[in-house]
Every structure is written in structure tokens, then in C-alpha cells.
């Protein structure tokens, strides 16, 4: 008695209950017992696709491995879709037996020209169906409505419109702490201990956050209400949004900007370090940014003409910073001095603007680099050129000062110093200190001290 093996396959179980897979063994079982088989094994790929690339039929897979005698489906299509199967199939030397397609002698090369030619078929059903979908997901994506085959987004419900309150709360932090600084490991943190997953992450019995998990919710335009197809920005949502365009183009800038990792752990800060765009290269007089060279980070021109130890720079610059709070003629020149009409100060200001001009460069490098989209790069650049014309403007008729609270003072300053946010610091560094930072000039680097490395005047100080 030949011993056949069953093989049943559906492409989506929407209940997740098997029951078509159920029906269809119910009916091959029928069939081996009329043909005279005995069934030796059932295999079932249940929920799983025959036409997709990245798509692996397990127990397809197993059912080749373990060379059956005879194969028994419910139609020729349940078990195979495309030709680079068949030929699979037919390697076998077996009989294929299906239910609602009759019997395929594959020991024959007629039989084979008959299977080749319903697989063609079959193909070409599976390419249009494909062609049609996609054709409906991009009208369905220019009209504004979701794409709800999928996962729902995190902070969004299982209609993929309504908003999760606590989870948009969690996406408005994690936006706006990227903008002070933070890095994404720091946001994911934060999420998991507020309790909140991903929805990816728990279809796949998974827990916790990646990075590329939490970049990929922040740099995504459907948090700005704009719908996608592609990767293509085609219109706009209507479901809410949860971020303001001008903080969302600006974690863009800052996520998709390749410079944030050129050396050194991947911090996502933007700016990155203390004295990047500030201090000065002693050689050409162009300002430095962070890198990385032979394991350390360093400060360099473009043109690299001094490695300066990012950690002696930063404190050398720190420490000057502090002391020049303390010169007497310092707090007298804060107090009397003119302040923005908002109350903040010019060189907050300035730092401000900075920090939109470091974006919007970053915005057009992420493009060059290819990971953003023409339309997220444009879209991003009028939201933050509309930004900092209103930040120019307030710059006008200020007096260059950091932000100061009178009352604690001084001590106040120095105290908070360590927990100041990073573009507060730069602010106060740029604002009080001039920071040259010299070549090696023929020394070895352990037989240089902080001052052949770093040169620090004061700015404006009193007689």
C-alpha cells in the first residue's frame, strides 16, 4: 500500500481558528482513503503565503526534506504557486494527487508539462491579484485612510485612527527628548518603564523596545497626519496627529542626519558634544565637530589638522566656563544687561537657531544619504525655515545673553552646571569663551598637558 503524505495550506486565516485547513484534510483524508493510501503524515502552513519571496512554508520545507511517496492536496495551488516549487516537486518523482484538480503524474513528461503549465497559470493569477492589491493600497493611501491589514501602530488603536492617549503621551516625550539630547536608548527605556510595548514586538512574543524599533515610531509621517505609500509621503490623514510638524521635522533631522554617527557610541544628540560648531582650529581657524579616531573621541577640523581628546577639551572648556561665572565683573553685566522681550536670552536665541540650521542641514544630508524621502526632506525643511525666521526675528535688538534666574544667582549656575541640557551649556561656553584647539606640532600626545592641547580666552572681561 502506498503511504501518502497530506499537505493543506491557507494564505490567511483571519479567525487564526484553522478551520479551512481543517476542511481541506477532511477532504484529502476522504481521497487517500478512495485512491487505497494510507496517510503517513500531515503537513500544514497554515496563514502562510506560496507567492511571496520572503515567506518560508515550514512544513513545505519538511515535507520535501522527508521524500514522501505520494502527495495528496486539496488543489495543485495549495501546494504549489510558482515554478522554482514545482520543480521541487517534481525532483520528488512522485504522483500528486489533489482533490479539486485531479491527479498529476510527474514520472511523465507529459505529466510534467501539465503541472508546468498550471503553475504558469497559477503564477500569473498570483502576479495580477498582486498588481490589483497594490493598486487598491496606493488609491486607499492618496485618500488618506490606513492601511489596517497590518499591525496597528504604536499609538494609535486597532482601527489604526483613534489615538492611544498614554502611548501618544509617551511618543510627544519621546519626541521632545530627542530634541534636548537624548539618546534612543534613553526613550526606550523610558517607554518600557512606563509598562508600553510595541505592537510588533507583542505579535512576535516579544518584549521591550529596539532602537530601530523607536527611530522607525519617531521618524514615521503618520505621527504628522500624513499618509504614506512606499515610503512616499501622497497626501494627508485622516486620522489625528499626535506631533507638531516643526518638533517632528526637527527628530527627523536629527535621527536621519549619518553624521550623528560617525564615531563613538550613537548617542542621538544633535548637537552631538560640548564644543562642536564652537571652538576653533588653531591651524585654519574653522570650528570643529566630534569624531572618532583610533578608538577615541576627538575634536577636528575638516581638514583634520588637530585631534584634540574630546574629554580634555570639554573639560578645559567646562572649567573656564565656570570660572568665568565667578569674575567679579561677571554678575553685574548679566543683570544690567538687555534681554529678549520673551524673556530668554539672545544667545539662547542664537543657540536656537543653531540648532534649526544644524537640522535643516540634516535634513538635506539624510536625503543625500538616502534615508529620508524627497517629500519628508521638503516637507521638513518648510516647517523648520518657518521656525527659525520666527526665532531670527526675536533675535533682533537682544543682547546676547544665556538664560540667567536672578534669584539663585551664580550659585545657581555653577550648581546646575552638570545637569544643564546640552544646548544650554553651549550657549553659556560660546557666550563666555573663545576655544582654540592647537596640533600636536611634532609632540607626542601623552607628553602634551591641557594647555598645549586647548587655549581659552575670556570674552569681555573687565580691567
Not at 495580477?128 to 488609491?139: D, G, P, S
Not at 542641514?361 to 524627497?374: K, M, P, Q, R, Y
Amino acid at each position: 500500500m502506498i503511504r501518502a503524505d497530506i499537505y493543506v495550506r491557507i494564505s490567511q486565516d483571519l479567525t487564526g481558528e484553522e478551520e479551512g485547513v481543517a476542511r481541506q484534510e477532511e477532504s484529502c483524508r476522504k481521497l487517500a482513503a478512495d485512491l487505497g493510501m494510507e496517510v503517513r503524515h500531515v503537513w500544514t502552513d497554515n496563514d502562510l503565503s506560496a507567492t511571496k519571496k520572503s515567506v518560508v512554508r515550514p512544513d513545505f520545507e519538511a515535507m520535501i526534506a522527508s521524500k514522501p511517496e505520494a502527495i495528496i492536496c486539496w488543489h495543485t495551488d495549495r501546494l504549489i504557486r510558482v515554478t522554482k516549487d514545482l520543480e521541487r516537486v517534481i525532483e520528488l518523482g512522485v504522483n500528486v494527487h489533489a482533490v479539486m484538480a485531479g491527479h498529476l503524474d510527474l514520472s511523465t513528461p507529459a505529466g510534467r508539462a501539465v503541472a508546468r503549465t498550471v503553475t504558469a497559470w497559477a503564477t500569473y493569477e498570483g502576479e495580477q491579484k498582486a498588481e490589483r492589491q497594490k493598486l487598491a493600497n496606493a488609491q486607499q493611501a492618496r485618500a488618506g485612510r490606513p492601511y489596517t491589514a497590518g499591525i496597528r501602530p504604536f499609538g494609535y488603536g486597532d482601527d489604526h485612527m483613534s489615538i492611544v492617549t498614554e502611548e501618544a503621551a509617551a511618543i510627544r516625550d519621546g519626541a521632545q527628548k530627542i530634541l534636548e539630547g537624548w539618546s534612543l536608548s534613553a526613550v526606550a527605556r523610558d517607554w518600557v518603564e512606563r509598562g508600553l510595548q510595541s505592537p510588533r514586538s507583542v505579535a512576535g512574543g516579544g518584549k521591550g523596545w529596539s532602537l530601530r524599533g523607536v527611530k522607525k515610531v519617531l521618524t514615521s509621517p503618520r505621527y504628522v497626519g500624513r499618509s504614506t505609500y512606499l515610503g512616499e509621503v501622497v497626501g494627508k490623514a485622516l486620522w489625528p496627529p499626535i506631533l507638531d510638524p516643526d518638533v517632528f521635522y526637527g527628530v527627523v533631522a536629527i535621527l536621519g542626519n549619518p553624521e550623528r554617527f560617525s564615531g563613538g557610541k550613537r548617542t542621538g544628540r544633535t548637537p552631538g558634544t560640548l564644543l562642536a560648531g564652537i571652538a576653533l582650529c588653531g591651524v585654519c581657524g574653522e570650528t570643529v565637530n566630534g569624531r572618532g579616531y583610533r578608538g577615541v573621541l576627538v575634536y577636528g577640523c575638516k581638514a583634520t589638522h588637530t585631534r584634540t581628546p574630546r574629554l580634555i577639551a570639554d573639560d578645559r572648556a567646562s572649567n573656564a566656563t565656570l570660572a568665568r561665572f565667578m569674575f567679579p565683573d561677571f554678575l553685574g553685566q548679566l543683570l544690567s544687561a538687555e534681554q529678549a522681550e520673551d524673556g530668554s536670552s539672545a544667545a539662547s536665541k542664537h543657540a536656537e537657531a543653531q540648532v534649526l540650521r544644524e537640522r535643516l542641514d540634516g535634513l538635506a544630508t539624510a536625503f543625500a544619504e538616502g534615508a529620508i524621502s524627497l517629500s519628508q526632506m521638503t516637507a521638513g525643511s518648510a516647517a523648520l525655515r518657518t521656525k527659525l525666521e520666527v526665532v531670527e526675528a526675536d533675535l533682533v535688538g537682544s543682547a546676547g545673553l544665556p538664560p540667567f534666574d536672578p534669584v539663585t544667582g551664580v550659585a545657581g549656575l555653577i550648581k546646575g552646571w552638570p545637569d544643564s541640557p546640552l544646548p544650554t551649556r553651549r550657549a553659556w561656553v560660546d557666550f563666555t569663551l573663545v576655544v582654540t584647539l592647537n596640533p600636536q606640532r611634532g609632540k607626542h600626545v601623552s607628553s602634551m598637558t591641557v594647555d598645549d592641547h586647548v587655549t581659552v580666552e575670556w570674552r569681555d572681561v573687565a580691567e
